[in-house]
Nanobody, 120 residues
């Protein structure tokens, strides 16, 4: 059974920073690409960032490029999302996902999500 558990969400003022973590267990973490998605109230889930299995390639949605950084530590089976210069429109539930098609929005496994709220 694969488990993805996100943490690090919370309430932050606009311009602030948060670091999300996603702890993975149940299969070889380092064999798969990973991604972060988010879903704001009343909106569909959208892609935020993805990273290749070895961290060599990263991809970002235009809305977060230059402000968010995705990274992974395969020795710790953990995925990260450093979020800087946060804006109220970044408010959403953030999900981590595992699978080699995460760039297409298709994942083998999803976490339960962590809430990020950015106040103006």
């Amino acid at each position: 059974q694969v488990q993805l558990v996100e943490s690090g969400g919370g309430l932050v003022q606009a311009g602030g920073s948060l670091r999300l973590s996603c702890a993975a267990s149940g299969r070889t973490f380092s064999s798969y690409a990973m991604g972060w998605f988010r879903q704001a109230p009343g909106k569909e889930r959208e892609f935020a960032a993805a990273i290749s299995w070895n961290g060599g390639r990263t991809y970002y949605a235009d809305s977060v490029k230059g402000r968010f950084t995705i990274s992974r530590d395969n020795a710790k089976n953990t995925l990260y999302l450093q979020m800087n210069s946060l804006r109220p429109e970044d408010t959403a539930v953030y999900y981590c996902a595992s699978g080699n098609s995460v760039l297409l929005g298709v994942a083998d496994y999803w976490g339960q999500g962590t809430q990020v709220t950015v106040s103006s």
